[in-house]
C-alpha cells in the first residue's frame, strides 16, 4: 500500500472513530442509570426548587445541610437548559455536560497536535481522554465536573498553544485567564485557586528560567491581576445573594473548611491508611479514572521518570500541573481521585506524545480488562432477555456485541492493531453498557401509561438510599408529588401502607397487605449494595438476582389526608 493511501485510510479511521466516540457520548444521556454519582440527585433539587421559586438567588433546597453547596453556575446553567423547569428532562439537563466535555476533548485534540506536529497523535489524545472512564462517569451527568475541567484546563491550554506569546502578554492574556478561573470557581469551589495559581506561579517562573527577580517585577503583577479577577468573579455570588450570612456558613466554613476535620481519626493516620489515604487516591486515580487505561497511564509515569533528563519544556509544564494538583488535593481529609479529574486532560495529551513508546503489553491488559467486562455484559444481556421473556434487544445490539468481540480479539493477536484499536474498543464497551440498560428506560423501566397517569397530583413516597435519591422519580412519575423514606429501615409493605396511602416499594404486596392494590409496576437496577450482597454477587454467582429488582407502585387501603399529615415529610433527607 502507498504512503498517501495508508494516510488516507489512518485518517479517515480516526475521523470515524472520533464521531462515533461523540456519538456513544449522547446515547442514553436521559437514562436513570448511567454511569454517575449520586451528587447529581443534590444538584437536581436544587436547580429544580431555585427554578419553582422564580428567582436566580438564593439557592433553594429542602434538604438538611445541603442548600448552598455548590456555587449557582451550575444550577443557573440547569435552570437555563430546562427553560426554568418547564422542560424538566434529564436530557436537558445533561447535554451542557457533554458539550463541555467534547470541547474539553478538542482543546485535548488541538494541543496534542500542536506539540506532535502529527495529526494523528492529536486524534489519539482525544480518543484517549474519551477512553478514560472518570470522563465518562463524571463527563456526561448533571455534575460540576465538566464545566469545572473545562474551564480551569483552558488558561493552561492558551499559554501552551500560543507560547511564547501568551507568556509575554502584560495584561490581555491575564485577564484572559482570569475570568476562565473564575467562572471555573463559579462551578465548583474558589479553593481551586490554590492549585490553579500555584501552578500558573511555577509555569511563569520556569518560563523565565527560574530568575526571582525577572518573575516578581514581570510576572507576579500578571498573577495578582489572574486572582484578583477570578476572586472578584466568585464574589460576585456574596454580592447577588440575599443571604450572603448562609453562603459563608454552609459553603466557606462547612463545605470547604470542613473537608481539613479528620473526623475522629487524626490527620497523619487519615494521611497514611484507610479508605482517604493518599495510597488509595493515588490507586483511584488509575484505577478509577483511567479506567481501563490504567495500565498505560502507569506505563506513562514509569517512562516519564526515566526519561525525566530529556523531557521536552511543554511536557514539564503538563506534568508540574499534574504534580501540583495530587500535592494540593493530599491535604484536606477527605480526598478522592474525583478531585484530580482536572489532570485527565493533560494525561491524554502525555498519553498521546508516548502512545509509540507505552509498551503493548499495558495496552493488552487494557484490552483483557475491557473483555472482562464485554464478557460480563453479554452474561447479563442474556439473562436479562430470559427473565423478561421478551425480546428486548434487536439485531443491531448483537452485531455490536460480536463486533466489539472481533474487534478486541484482533486488537489482542495483531500487534499492530493493539494501539489504535484499545481506545476504540473501549469507547464500545461503553456504548454496550448503555445499550444493555435502554430497555430500563423504555416500558421495561417505567410504570405504565395508566400508573403515570394515576400518581399525577398525588403524593407519593419512595424508597430512598441516598441523599436525594428520590429526587428522580420526578423523571419516572412526573406531575407526582414525590417524598422519599428511608429504604435501610427494610419496611415491609403492610407496614409502609400504614404509614402512606400511595407509595413505590421493592417487594410484591402479600396477604399481610390486605386490601392493598398495586397499581403498576417496574423493573430497576438496585444501587448501594451491602458488604453481604455483594459477597453474594461475587462469590455465590447471585449478581443478576441482586442486581435487578422489580419495584410495585401501590395504593394502601382506608387512608386519607389525615394519615398523610401524620406521616412525616421525606424521611430520606
Request: with cysteine; charged share 15%; glycine share 6%.
Amino acid at each position: 500500500m502507498r504512503y498517501a493511501d495508508s494516510t488516507r485510510l489512518r485518517l479517515t479511521f480516526y475521523v470515524l472513530a472520533s464521531l462515533l466516540a461523540v456519538a456513544i457520548y449522547f446515547f442514553g444521556l436521559d437514562g436513570q442509570h448511567i454511569p454517575r454519582n449520586g451528587d447529581e440527585d443534590v444538584y437536581q433539587h436544587i436547580t429544580r426548587l431555585t427554578a419553582e421559586s422564580g428567582k436566580l438567588l438564593p439557592l433553594q433546597s429542602q434538604l438538611d445541610h445541603m442548600r448552598n453547596t455548590k456555587p449557582p453556575l451550575l444550577f443557573w446553567q440547569g435552570i437555563a437548559a430546562t427553560r426554568w423547569g418547564q422542560e424538566w428532562t434529564l436530557w436537558n439537563l445533561r447535554y451542557p455536560s457533554v458539550i463541555y466535555t467534547l470541547l474539553t476533548a478538542m482543546m485535548v485534540f488541538l494541543l496534542a497536535r500542536k506539540l506532535s506536529r502529527r495529526w494523528e497523535t492529536g486524534f489519539v489524545a482525544l480518543l484517549t481522554y474519551l477512553a478514560f472512564f472518570s470522563t465518562y462517569r463524571y463527563g456526561r451527568p448533571f455534575l460540576t465536573n465538566p464545566p469545572e475541567v473545562f474551564w480551569l484546563f483552558l488558561p493552561f491550554f492558551v499559554l501552551l498553544y500560543w507560547h511564547p506569546k501568551a507568556f509575554a502578554s502584560s495584561w490581555r492574556v491575564p485577564l484572559l485567564l482570569g475570568s476562565a478561573i473564575g467562572i471555573g470557581l463559579l462551578y465548583k469551589s474558589f479553593a481551586l485557586l490554590l492549585p490553579v495559581g500555584l501552578t500558573l506561579a511555577w509555569w511563569y517562573w520556569r518560563e523565565r528560567e527560574y530568575q526571582l527577580g525577572a518573575f516578581v517585577s514581570r510576572d507576579v503583577p500578571k498573577l495578582l491581576l489572574i486572582a484578583c479577577v477570578a476572586l472578584l468573579l466568585f464574589a460576585l455570588w456574596f454580592v447577588l445573594d440575599p443571604e450572603p450570612r448562609a453562603i459563608w456558613q454552609e459553603f466557606v466554613v462547612g463545605e470547604n473548611v470542613g473537608k481539613f476535620d479528620p473526623h475522629g481519626d487524626s490527620y497523619v493516620v487519615k494521611l497514611l491508611w484507610g479508605g482517604s489515604s493518599v495510597w488509595r487516591m493515588l490507586l483511584e486515580f488509575f484505577f478509577a479514572n483511567a479506567g481501563f487505561l490504567a495500565f498505560p497511564v502507569a506505563a506513562l509515569f514509569v517512562l516519564a521518570y526515566r526519561q525525566r533528563a530529556q523531557m521536552g519544556a511543554e511536557e514539564k509544564l503538563l506534568w508540574i500541573w499534574v504534580i501540583t494538583l495530587f500535592v494540593v488535593f493530599s491535604l484536606p481529609s477527605q480526598r478522592s481521585s474525583r478531585y484530580l479529574m482536572d489532570a485527565m486532560p493533560a494525561i491524554a495529551v502525555l498519553c498521546a506524545l508516548h502512545w509509540q513508546q507505552i509498551s503493548r503489553k499495558a495496552f493488552v491488559l487494557s484490552l483483557v480488562m475491557a473483555g472482562a467486562l464485554l464478557a460480563l455484559l453479554i452474561h447479563l444481556s442474556l439473562r436479562l432477555q430470559q427473565e423478561s421473556g421478551a425480546a428486548l434487544y434487536g439485531m443491531g445490539y448483537w452485531t455490536l456485541l460480536g463486533a466489539t468481540a472481533v474487534l478486541l480479539v484482533s486488537a489482542l493477536l495483531v500487534p499492530r492493531l493493539t494501539r489504535p484499536g484499545v481506545n476504540l474498543v473501549i469507547l464500545l464497551v461503553f456504548a454496550i453498557l448503555a445499550a444493555l440498560l435502554q430497555p430500563l428506560n423504555g416500558a421495561l423501566g417505567n410504570f405504565s401509561p395508566q400508573a403515570r397517569q394515576f400518581a399525577q397530583g398525588r403524593d407519593i413516597w419512595v424508597p430512598c438510599n441516598f441523599r436525594a435519591k428520590d429526587e428522580g422519580y420526578h423523571f419516572i412519575l412526573p406531575g407526582a408529588r414525590i417524598h422519599g423514606y428511608d429504604e435501610h429501615q427494610g419496611l415491609s409493605a403492610a407496614a409502609l401502607a400504614q404509614r402512606y396511602p400511595l407509595f413505590a416499594v421493592r417487594q410484591l404486596p402479600g396477604e399481610d397487605c390486605a386490601g392493598c392494590q398495586v397499581i403498576g409496576e417496574r423493573m430497576d437496577l438496585r444501587s448501594r449494595h451491602s458488604d453481604a450482597q455483594l459477597k453474594a454477587m461475587l462469590l455465590e454467582g447471585q449478581l443478576f438476582q441482586l442486581l435487578f429488582v422489580k419495584e410495585y407502585l401501590v395504593a394502601a387501603p382506608g387512608t386519607g389526608a389525615a394519615v398523610l399529615r401524620a406521616a412525616g415529610h421525606e424521611e430520606c433527607r
